[in-house]
């Protein structure tokens, strides 16, 4: 599966290195976190990682293989 998770604001390089199963790019003020996701656990987790930093998730969706 892939997905795309949109988090309000830009996310530093650093911060981005968070998520290295994941590829990043900032646009209009969100950086857009997309990949492949494992399966429900691997994405309950992303989103637990994005709590706990902090950022706020502002659209999350499956996109076509």
Same mark, same amino acid.
């Given at each position: 599966m892939r997905y795309e998770i $949109?988090?309000? /604001?830009?996310m530093s390089e650093t911060l981005a290195k =968070?998520?290295?199963?994941l590829s990043h790019v900032v646009m209009a003020g969100q950086?857009?976190?997309? /990949? $492949?996701v494992l399966d429900e656990a691997h994405i309950y987790g992303?989103?637990?990682?994005?709590? =706990? +930093? /902090? +950022?706020?998730i502002v659209e999350m969706r499956r996109r076509p293989e």
């Open positions: $949109r988090v309000d /604001g830009q =968070s998520f290295p199963e950086t857009i976190l997309f /990949g $492949r992303l989103v637990a990682r994005c709590q =706990s +930093l /902090g +950022l706020r």
